[in-house]
C-alpha cells in the first residue's frame, strides 16, 4: 500500500525568500505524486503532478517539484516565496489501478514580513 | 474553469441524525469520490464511484455510509446515523479518469458538526 510522509508540520519562511516543503512516499512501483494546496476555509487545489518523464515538474503560482526515485522523494520548491502562499500543502500518492490517492498530514506554511 | 460545488458549506446536526451532504462534480467527469479532513488530521479516502456503483471503499465507510448519484449532476453522501466522530471536512472530488492517474478536482468541502 502506498504511504506519504511530510516531516515537517509547520514551516515559517520570510516573504522574497525561497521555499522547499519535503515529502517522501511509499509504493514498490512508480507512483503518481501530487501537490495540493488549501487556503483556509477552501477546498484543495492541485499545484502541480508527476506520472513519467522529466523528474522536474513545474505548476502553478511559480511551484515546482522534483521526483528523485533513489531518495523516494517529491519535494515541492518555491524560489521566493509571496504572502499569498501562506496555507496547508499536501503531498499525494496515487498508484495505477487505483481508485484513491493517499494524502500526507500536511505542511502549514506562514510567511512573515 | 469548471469547478466541483457542495452544499452546503456547513451542517450541524445533532448526534443519531440523518445527514445527506450534496456535491456537483464537473459534468465531464466520470469518477467520483469522497474524502474526509477531521480537525487537524490528514485528508482520508471514503469512497469512490463510476459508473453508478461504489468502486473503492476505506475501512472508514461502513454501514452508516450510503452514497448515490440520483441524477445526472448531483453526487450525495449520506451518514445514516451522525456520532460526535463523524465531525469533519468532507470533501467531494471529481476526475476524468481514474484518480491514480488523473488529478482529483476537489469542492471546497462541507463542514460537519455533530453535537
Known amino acids: 500500500a502506498q504511504s506519504v510522509t511530510q516531516p515537517d508540520i509547520h514551516i515559517t519562511v520570510s516573504e522574497g525568500a525561497s521555499l522547499e516543503l519535503r515529502c517522501n512516499y511509499s509504493?514498490?512501483?512508480?507512483?503518481?505524486l501530487f501537490w495540493y494546496v488549501q487556503s483556509p476555509g477552501q477546498g484543495l487545489q492541485l499545484l502541480l503532478k508527476?506520472?513519467?518523464?522529466?523528474?522536474l515538474v513545474q505548476g502553478i503560482k511559480g511551484f515546482e517539484a522534483e521526483f528523485k526515485r533513489s531518495q523516494s522523494s517529491f519535494n515541492l520548491r518555491k524560489p521566493s516565496v509571496h504572502w499569498s502562499d501562506a496555507a496547508e500543502y499536501f503531498c499525494?500518492?496515487?498508484?495505477?489501478?487505483?481508485?484513491?490517492?493517499?494524502f500526507g498530514t500536511g505542511t502549514r506554511l506562514l510567511v512573515s514580513p | 474553469e469548471p469547478e466541483v460545488t457542495q452544499t452546503p458549506s456547513h451542517q450541524v446536526t445533532q448526534m443519531g441524525q440523518e445527514v445527506i451532504l450534496r456535491c456537483v462534480p464537473i459534468?465531464?467527469?466520470?469518477?467520483f469520490y469522497w474524502y474526509r479532513q477531521i480537525l487537524g488530521q490528514k485528508v482520508e479516502f471514503l469512497v469512490s464511484?463510476?459508473?453508478?456503483?461504489?468502486?473503492?471503499k476505506s475501512e472508514i465507510f461502513d454501514d452508516q455510509f450510503s452514497v448515490e448519484r440520483p441524477d445526472g449532476s448531483n453526487f450525495t453522501l449520506k451518514i445514516r446515523s451522525t456520532k460526535l466522530e463523524d465531525s469533519a471536512m468532507y470533501f467531494c472530488?471529481?476526475?476524468?479518469?481514474?484518480?491514480?492517474?488523473?488529478?482529483?478536482?476537489f469542492g471546497n468541502g462541507t463542514r460537519l458538526t455533530v453535537t
Open positions: 459534468s465531464n467527469h466520470l469518477y
Open positions: 499525494a500518492v496515487g498508484a495505477q489501478g487505483f481508485q484513491k490517492l493517499v
Open positions: 464511484f463510476y459508473n453508478n456503483e461504489i468502486s473503492e
Open positions: 509504493y514498490g512501483a512508480t507512483p503518481y
Open positions: 472530488a471529481s476526475s476524468e479518469e481514474q484518480g491514480g492517474r488523473s488529478p482529483l478536482h
Open positions: 508527476y506520472f513519467s518523464g522529466d523528474t
